[in-house]
C-alpha cells in the first residue's frame, strides 16, 4: 500500500480502508505474511486495489491468487501494472508485461477481466523515457528545467491522445484493469 496515496479517494465510500504491505512499511494496518498471505480469512473483501506492485512481487500467480482468496465471490480487483517502464527496485523489480501476458496472468488467477486498458501509447511512452533520461542525467539545468518538462509533457498528452485505443491497448505503458473473483 505505500503511504496509501489514493486512501482518500476511496475511504470516503467505504465502511472500512485497510492497507496491506511488507513488515517494514509501518503505516498499513495488515502485514504481509512471509508466505505471502494477507492475515485475513477467505472471502472477506469487497475489493482489492493493487497499483503498481504486480512488477515488484517475486511470484505474480501467488500474489494475485492471494487477493483471489480474500475477495467475496463476484468482488473486484483493480489492478495497475507497467507494461514498458524503467528498472526500479521497491525494494526489487521483476516483472514487465505484454497486455496478452497479463490478461493470461489475471485470468490464471481466478478472475474475469471486465475493463482492460492501456495508458500512454507507445508513442508517450518512447518521449517519457527519453524525459526521464535527460532528467536522470541532469541535462536539463537551471531555468531551462521547468519549461522543458512542461513541454515535453505537453508533448506526451499530445501524443497519447492521437494514439489509437487500440494500439494503446495491446502497447502501453501502463495497463489498468478490473477483474471480477469468479
Partial sequence: CGNMPYRSLFEQ??????????????????????????PLRDGCVDFVLSTQVLEHVPTPCEYLSEARRVLK?????????????????????????????LKKQVESAEFEITHFRGLMGPPATALQLWLNYQLKARRF???????????????????????????RDRDACVYMLVGVAR
Fill in 13 to 38: 465510500h467505504l465502511s472500512t480502508y485497510r492497507g496491506c504491505e511488507l513488515a517494514e512499511n509501518e503505516s498499513a494496518e495488515l502485514k504481509f505474511g512471509t508466505d505471502g498471505r494477507i
Fill in 73 to 101: 465471490p463476484h468482488a473486484k480487483l483493480i489492478l495497475s501494472t507497467h507494461g514498458v517502464w524503467s528498472f526500479h527496485p521497491d525494494p526489487t523489480d521483476f516483472w514487465r508485461w505484454t497486455s496478452d501476458g
Fill in 141 to 167: 539545468r537551471g531555468f531551462l528545467r521547468k519549461p522543458t518538462i512542461r513541454l515535453f509533457q505537453w508533448l506526451i498528452e499530445r501524443a497519447d491522445y492521437h494514439c489509437p485505443p487500440p494500439i
